[in-house]
Each structure stands twice: as structure tokens, then as C-alpha cells.
């Protein structure tokens, strides 16, 4: 086969891949967006209404305990993972770390990254176990939390490590102090961090294993901090699994909410980080 036979035939296997990702991507938010649109225009009253006592047998009143819990969950933990994984990727820099210890963090964040969130959920149990406490909203955050970590310490970490090196000689040149610099450094990488905020924020959302131990399961609106919590992720596989066909329609609706959510979160970051990416130096908007 000579070379040009051989581009064609590769460009072709790219073409196919390519086809096959979009369609199947297309098939099941198509699907979702089309079963559980259907089911939010029958009865719109299912974000905003909360659940009556026979809801998963009969279906009777909405889903807001479970909007209410992912938010309520996610948003707090995104906080506390924000303040953190910014602090970490700060200090990972050439200016607090030597390149031998950032590689190694580094690493260990990678692997963290990969780590199925199951198993950050089983470790939060672990603790809960042995402390002698219950799943509730406060473990559902702490488990998310320590979920979203390591996403956001890798984008921010790349978002300082791409930022112009003319920031940090410039303003050590003007005579700032290190943590003015890192400041500057931040403020040029804002794109690129505020991406990994949003990001960590969608994957959170969208976890269904890691609050499954941890948060507990409940067709209760959230009572308190330490009282067991639902989110939307495991309402859709609670409600997709009964019996009750208006039970599963809850199910679709769900992932219609889910899906528009993470597209709009994604549509944020996008406009966001056009925003603040007139902080860097060379960008004039």
C-alpha cells in the first residue's frame, strides 16, 4: 500500500470514529432531551414541587428535594475545593516548589483524577463507620469535595503554568513580594482556573457513586446538615428503575434538567473565561 493509499485510509478510520462518537453522543442526549422535554412539558411542576409521601410507588408530586440536595451538596463543596485547589496549584509553582516536588504532587494528583469516584464515596463511608455517624448533606460534601480537588488543582495548575512568564518578571521587577506575584499570576491564568471551577462544579453535579454513601437516599426535602440528602443523579437511577411509568418519566425529566444544567455551566465557562481573558497581558477587548 503506498502512502497516499495508506492517508486516505486513515483519514477515512478518523471520519468513521469521529461519526460514531457524534452519533451515539447525539442518540442519547436526543433521546433524554426528547423523553424528558416531553415529560417537563406535560407537568413543568415536577422541578419546582416537592415529593408526596407515596413518590417512588406512585409518582405523586415532583423532584425539587433532589434539586434541592445537588445544590446544596455541589455548591458548598465546590467552595471548599476552589479555596483549596487554588492554594495548592499557587505553591506548586517555581516560585514555593522545586520542579521535583510539583512532578511528584503532580502525579499523585493524576492519579486521584483517575480514581473512580466510588471509591471516594467508600472511603467517606469508611470514616463515617468508624466515627459512628450516618450518611447525611455533610459527608455528601465532604465526599464531593474531596472528588473535585484534584480536577481543579490540574486546571489551575495549567492555567498558572501557561500564564506569561513576563508576569513574574515584571512585577518581581516593580518590586513585589511573592505572594503579589502569585496574585498578578492568578489574575492573568483567570480563564483557564474559572474553567476548572465550572468543571469540577459539572463533574460534581453529574456524581451519582460518590454521594451514593455517603449523602444517603431520601424522598424528603433536605432537613438539615446532618440529615440524609438526594441528589439528581441518584434520583434518575432510583426512578429509572421502577415499575411505575410515571416514576420513570420523573427519571427522564431529571436528566433533561441534568443535561441542561452541565450545557449551561459549560456555556458559562466559555463566556467567562472571554471575559476574563482580558487580564492577560497582550489581550485588549
Known amino acids: ?39 417537563l412539558l406535560s407537568e413543568p411542576s415536577l422541578v419546582f414541587t416537592p415529593p408526596g409521601s407515596q413518590y417512588m410507588l ?67 463511608l469508611t470514616v463515617v463507620i468508624a466515627i459512628g455517624a450516618r450518611t447525611s448533606l455533610f459527608f455528601g460534601i465532604v465526599a464531593i469535595a474531596i472528588f473535585q480537588y484534584p480536577i481543579m488543582t490540574r486546571y489551575t495548575d495549567e492555567a498558572l503554568r501557561s500564564a506569561p512568564e513576563t ?25 483557564g482556573v474559572i474553567a476548572g471551577i465550572i468543571m469540577g462544579f459539572a463533574r460534581g453535579i453529574g456524581d451519582a457513586a460518590t454521594v451514593l454513601f455517603t449523602a444517603g437516599r431520601s424522598t424528603n426535602m433536605p432537613g438539615g446538615l446532618f440529615e440524609p440528602a438526594t441528589t439528581l443523579p441518584i434520583l434518575i437511577f432510583d426512578n429509572s428503575m421502577s415499575f411505575n411509568e410515571e416514576v420513570q418519566a420523573h427519571a427522564y425529566a431529571a436528566s433533561f434538567v441534568l443535561i441542561v444544567a452541565v450545557l449551561g455551566l459549560i456555556i458559562i465557562s466559555k463566556l467567562l473565561a472571554g471575559r476574563f481573558a482580558r487580564y492577560a497581558p497582550g489581550v485588549h477587548r
Not at 4 to 32: D, K
Request: aromatic residues 10%.
Open 58 to 124: 406512585e409518582g405523586d408530586g415532583g423532584f425539587l428535594h433532589a434539586v434541592l440536595g445537588s445544590l446544596l451538596i455541589v455548591g458548598p463543596a465546590t467552595v471548599v475545593s476552589m479555596v483549596l485547589a487554588v492554594s495548592t496549584a499557587v505553591y506548586l509553582q517555581s516560585d514555593y516548589s522545586s520542579d521535583r516536588f510539583s512532578d511528584i504532587v503532580n502525579m499523585f494528583l493524576n492519579v486521584l483524577w483517575a480514581t473512580p469516584p466510588i471509591v471516594y464515596g467508600v472511603f467517606v
Open 167 to 191: 508576569v513574574k518578571t515584571s512585577t518581581y521587577g516593580l518590586g513585589a513580594t511573592r505572594f503579589e506575584t502569585a496574585r498578578m499570576t492568578v489574575r492573568a491564568a483567570l480563564p
Open 1 to 39: 500500500m503506498d502512502r497516499y493509499a495508506t492517508q486516505r485510509l486513515f483519514e477515512t478510520l478518523a471520519r468513521a470514529a469521529t461519526a460514531l462518537v457524534v452519533g451515539v453522543m447525539v442518540l442519547v442526549v436526543g433521546v433524554t432531551i426528547a423523553r424528558g422535554g416531553w415529560a
